[in-house]
């Protein structure tokens, strides 16, 4: 491939390298210059672009990335048409990302005209989630690399596949000590619950009994009659040796312990049996929490059907350092409280800004106007208590009386903002000093976002995580960002600080290193109702849309 400066009438076929503006119209990187291209360069005064020629054996990008994409799917893996380049790969099912890292070495170490990335091996993917990305550097690569890497790609198989999850009917044995609390097994019983169902598992059996190895043994072996194909054991007391109780329990059940510890922190005091084919795991004491650790990192796999060997899990020690837990007596560094992880599933509230003159709409409550039989607001609302946030506040102000009424009989609460002629930021202000004081964020949403869907929100409130840097979430469709920002809690009082009628927006870039970008895939995140037009546009739409007097 050719590279560099081109005069135009040498063009025709060349791939532009940067884009290039012409009065209205953009000729972007990447495109191959036709005839009638070059000509209405020529006319606006170029006599050369910045190019790249291909020549024999060069193969252009985009038919190199289908080449190669097609080559690493593997099973419950699909690639998407190469762009500019770009192909990526997308899980077909709910399991585990699996690929040989010394052949995704290989594979990079060809040629720097070839990439590939791919998310962790063993990683959990959801259906439809990317999980690689091959990229083509240059706008061509030669045929024999291409075809290098492509036999790379296809040794002994496709280099990316997805293992799918089982569903595994589970039991849970839990051992009391004297002073063992029931809520503390009730709250093991739900947190391991919620575990396997985020994999399609359930936990059908539990049984509690004492702290001893026999009475260990016989309720492992009851779950076992009862059909359980994967059995935990939650001590009362932590494993702390190959001939503590809970793994001389399984022995005396007539199983096998394979292995004991792991290279993981938090999850070290784990433990891998077996009874027969039944795997029995003993569950360090963070399984207790529904928060992520080294336990985790086995229950996937034991999930997919696939075997754990003990070097699997001795291998886990490269990343096992996981992020900080409250617990935890020496934290490695202090942070500020607000920006501790809570030890808990997140509590975001949801404020809806409906205090607004609707000046744009030309008289009209717009907020009050009825979609399908019901007011915009309570679309909003409705859907915010559908949602996983944690309480709904409504910040009312321009007719107050009339939004509240809207609203009747539904649990949120209400704030009423006097100032709402000021401008948007007192409305804000005025709802963020509501929020109730056990909130650990806020997710603001306007009341003019009938399409707003609770998914969406709910993604949002997945994405929160201030320990990774995640405390601002913003929604975006297509790569514009739009509409509701989920703020952390450090950020309330700059939030009740701002005036005019602007709302937070700014402070986004002032904190730019705590904001994730949420791509939502539907644009309900970008539609706010401001003009009678937009309103027009519900109707057209099939909506039963009726404005208020």
């Keep these: 491939m050719k590279f560099g400066p081109v005069a135009l009438k040498d063009a025709a076929g060349a791939v532009l390298a940067h884009s290039q503006r012409v009065k ?287 070097q699997d899990v001795m291998r886990l020690g490269s990343g096992g350092l996981l992020k900080e837990i409250p617990t935890r007596p020496l934290p490695r560094a202090a942070r500020p409280e607000q920006e501790k992880a809570p030890a808990r599933i997140p509590r975001i509230s949801a404020l809806v800004l409906a205090a607004g003159q609707s000046r744009r709409m030309g008289g009209p409550n717009k907020l009050l106007a009825e979609i399908a039989g019901k007011p915009m607001v309570a679309h909003v609302v409705d859907m915010l208590l559908t949602s996983k946030a944690f309480s709904v506040t409504v910040v009312t102000g321009h007719q107050a009386e009339r939004v509240r009424d809207a609203l009747a009989g539904r649990n949120v609460g209400f704030v009423r903002n006097p100032r709402y002629g000021e401008g948007l930021s007192t409305t804000l202000a005025a709802g963020v000093a509501a929020l109730p004081p056990e909130a650990d964020g806020a997710i603001v949403c306007l009341g003019d976002m009938p399409k707003l869907t609770a998914a969406a929100v709910d993604k949002l409130i997945q994405a929160f995580d201030p320990v990774e840097n995640r405390s601002i979430i913003v929604p975006t469709s297509g790569g514009k960002r739009g509409n509701p920002v989920l703020w952390g809690k450090r950020y309330f009082a700059e939030m ?16 730019a290193d705590q904001v994730a970008e949420v791509e939502i895939g539907d644009r309900g995140v970008l539609i706010d109702i401001d003009t009678q037009e937009a309103l027009d546009a519900l109707s057209a739409e099939g909506r039963d849309v009726a404005v208020p007097a």
């Design 24 to 310: 209205d119209k953009v000729f972007k990187k990447g495109r191959v210059l036709s005839p009638a291209d070059i000509s209405q360069l020529e006319s606006a005064g170029l006599t050369e672009v910045i190019a790249a020629r291909l020549e024999p054996g060069d193969v252009p990008e985009d038919e190199a990335a289908n080449r190669l994409a097609a080559a690493l799917a593997g099973d419950h893996v699909t690639a998407s048409a190469a762009f500019t380049g770009r192909a990526n790969l997308f899980a077909g099912c709910a399991g585990l990302a699996d690929f040989d890292p010394a052949r995704l070495d290989q594979l990079n170490l060809v040629d720097e005209a070839v990439t590939f990335a791919v998310v962790p091996r063993y990683a959990p993917v959801a259906p439809g989630q990317m999980i690689g990305t091959l990229k083509i550097i240059p706008f061509s690569v030669r045929r024999s690399v291409l075809e290098t890497c492509a036999k790379v790609a296809e040794f002994r198989g496709p280099l990316v596949s997805v293992v799918p999850f089982r569903p595994t009917p589970t039991g849970l044995v839990q051992t009391r000590l004297s002073g063992t609390k029931e809520s503390v097994l009730d709250g093991t019983v739900e947190a391991t619950r919620e575990r396997l169902a985020r994999h399609g598992s359930a936990l059908v059996g539990e049984r509690r009994c004492g702290h001893t190895e026999g009475e260990v043994a016989d309720a492992v072996l009851a779950l076992v009659a009862d059909g359980c194909k994967l059995v935990l054991v939650a001590g009362a007391s932590a494993v702390v040796d190959r001939r503590d109780v809970i793994p001389a329990g399984i022995e005396r059940a007539g199983g096998k312990v394979d292995h004991f510890g792991m290279p993981v922190d938090p999850g070290n005091l784990m433990l891998m049996g077996r009874i027969g084919e039944t795997p029995v795991l003993g569950l360090p004491g963070c399984a207790r929490s529904p928060k992520f650790n080294g336990f985790d990192l086995v229950l996937q796999r034991v999930l997919t059907g696939a075997p754990v060997r003990p």
């Design 496 to 511: 009740r600080a701002v005036s005019g009628d602007v709302g937070a927006r700014h402070l986004i870039g002032e904190h």
